[in-house]
T-cell receptor
Framework: ETGVTQTPRHLVMGMTNKKSLKCEQH?????MYWYKQSAKKPLELMFVYSLEERVENNSVPSRFSPECPNSSHLFLHLHTLQPEDSALYLCASSQRGGSGNTIYFGEGSWLTVV | GEDVEQSLFLSVREGDSSVINCTYT??????LYWYKQEPGAGLQLLTYIFSNMDMKQDQRLTVLLNKKDKHLSLRIADTQTGDSAIYFC???????FGRGTSLIVHP
């Protein structure tokens, strides 16, 4: 079983749909992240949940809504998305505190908005 | 500008050495990392260097850190076709990454 598991791996949704991406980490980490990876753009940090505190990138539109019910699970709720939101969404986790903060990534969820 | 900057592409011949460079702005990271992303997959940790080190060698990989210039590099010796991937550098304090460098290895 991999350390960080994302489902679904592929998702096609219409602009009026509501869907969610799910992430689960089995590493006992205390921080989880959502990243967006689009072609020809930097890997974008969208949200961080660390020790029950949420940090967000202010440039992320409100049509993306994260939820972190506990330290092992992270969701990204999607509603009324745009075609430009089509991308690979990567979940990651780490153990913050101490001197290191190695990020472990999931395999990603490929999202296509039609 | 971006927090992390890398050149977008590097093309090398199989068996040659590859050097991927990175400049960063955040100087508070205790560790600096290199990640590898193969097609269709997430990022995998490749190697890292502690911020008070200048160099780290890990089999075919050599990481050089110039903290004064905020410059990090990854050298891959004897590059193989299996090394073809996108390589990202990043820090530990604020886990941001740039666009990555696409390494293309041709026979």
């Amino acid at each position: 079983e991999t350390g960080v598991t994302q489902t679904p791996r592929h998702l096609v949704m219409g602009m009026t749909n509501k869907k969610s991406l799910k992430c689960e980490q089995h590493l006992g980490h205390n921080a989880m992240y959502w990243y967006k990876q689009s072609a020809k753009k930097p890997l974008e940090l969208m949200f961080v949940y660390s020790l029950e505190e949420r940090v967000e990138n202010n440039s992320v539109p409100s049509r993306f809504s994260p939820e972190c019910p506990n330290s092992s699970h992270l969701f990204l709720h999607l509603h009324t998305l745009q075609p430009e939101d089509s991308a690979l969404y990567l979940c990651a986790s780490s153990q913050r505190g101490g001197s290191g903060n190695t990020i472990y990534f999931g395999e990603g969820s490929w999202l296509t908005v039609v | 500008g971006e927090d992390v900057e890398q050149s977008l592409f590097l093309s090398v011949r199989e068996g040659d050495s590859s050097v991927i460079n990175c400049t960063y702005t955040d100087s508070s990271s205790t560790y600096l990392y290199w990640y590898k992303q193969e097609p269709g997959a997430g990022l995998q940790l490749l190697t890292y260097i502690f911020s008070n080190m200048d160099m780290k060698q890990d089999q075919r990989l050599t990481v050089l850190l110039n903290k004064k210039d905020k410059h990090l590099s990854l050298r891959i010796a004897d590059t193989q076709t299996g090394d073809s991937a996108i390589y990202f550098c990043g820090g530990s304090y604020i886990p941001t990454f740039g666009r990555g460098t696409s390494l293309i290895v041709h026979p």
